[in-house]
């Protein structure tokens, strides 16, 4: 039985490497993989998933518009898939993650979604939120705070490199826009805006 994975983490934790990886495994064996990646992040191009380690593919583009169901189908029909592969998951909408769930469950096809859990505020975007409440299988990817702990939070720079505690949940960015934290660290720079 296919099943929904969710593997989560702060930034710079590995998840896109680890996404790559796992389609080079399953296309090594002469499956074929689908890579999906939210349109919206054009830092390595135009629907490319990319990691910090050098690695990259090309992927389908997804918006919130977008009716994921209808399109691994259509691509299934094509040509069958062993497995779809999700990068920035925390950027569906709770219906893209059912369209998910019931390509697990009704087209039988691992579907394995990567992405944060929280943004820089320390909430839940939605696309996590549904992916914790529906995955069959959820993982923590660990990656590391400055001081060793396990980082959980992200915090926001603006343009001088300074913490900024307010604006929109969804910038893109990488290490110029965030740092990863433990908890304890992200308090600290939070602190303000914490109740």
Known sequence: MAKLYFSYSAMNAGKSAILLQAS???RERG????LLTAGIDKRAGEHVIS???????DAQGFYQDTDIGALIRAAHTATPLSCVLVDEAQ???????????CIADDESIPVMCYGLRTDFKGILFPGSAALLALADHVR??????????????VVRLDDAGDVITDGQQIKIGGNESY??????HWREKMAPTIA
Request: hydrophobic fraction near 40%; charge should be positive.
């Open 140 to 153: 923590e990817i660990r990656t590391i705070c400055h001081c060793g702990r396990k980082a959980t939070m």
């Open 24 to 26: 080079h495994n399953y």
């Open 51 to 57: 990691s910090r380690l050098g690695l990259s593919a």
């Open 179 to 184: 740092v990863s934290l433990c908890r304890r």
């Open 31 to 34: 499956m074929d993989t689908f």
């Open 91 to 101: 950027f569906l909408t709770d219906e893209q993650v059912w369209q998910l769930a």
